[in-house]
């Protein structure tokens, strides 16, 4: 991956962070570790896919759908869940792409996209 995709994806995970912390608690219950551990594994495959985006309309594409999903565990699981998936699509943003499975995660990404309506999101 080269320095300004690193930068790129360090940068997005940024911006999620900021939101999870600029989010109203609204949903915040205490946080069991399943579910922690799962936003993290689910942010993480998405931090992956950024590191098999080629295109910058696939990048840029991506990123809206990234940044709704985590719009939608604010509203669904509150500010700390949201932050702990924004913490993991960083990490797994950072991957060196010889160390991901570009097809495999790809069409994960799919199944998401589909599961949470990202292809229609706004």
Request: glycine share 6%.
């Amino acid at each position: 991956m080269g320095v300004s995709k690193r930068l790129e994806a360090a940068l997005m995970g940024a911006a999620l962070m900021a939101a999870a912390l600029a989010a109203p608690a609204a949903a915040q219950d205490a946080e069991a570790p399943e579910a922690v551990q799962k936003v993290q594994a689910l942010g993480a495959a998405i931090g992956n896919v950024f590191v098999c985006k080629t295109t910058d309309e696939e990048v840029d594409l991506y990123k809206e759908e990234a940044h709704h999903l985590f719009d939608l565990i604010v509203q669904d699981a509150g500010s700390d869940m949201a932050f702990h998936y924004a913490t993991a699509v960083g990490f797994g943003a950072a991957a060196p792409a010889d160390q991901v499975d570009c097809g495999r995660i790809l069409e994960q990404w799919s199944a998401i996209r589909e599961d949470y309506d990202l292809a229609a999101a706004p």
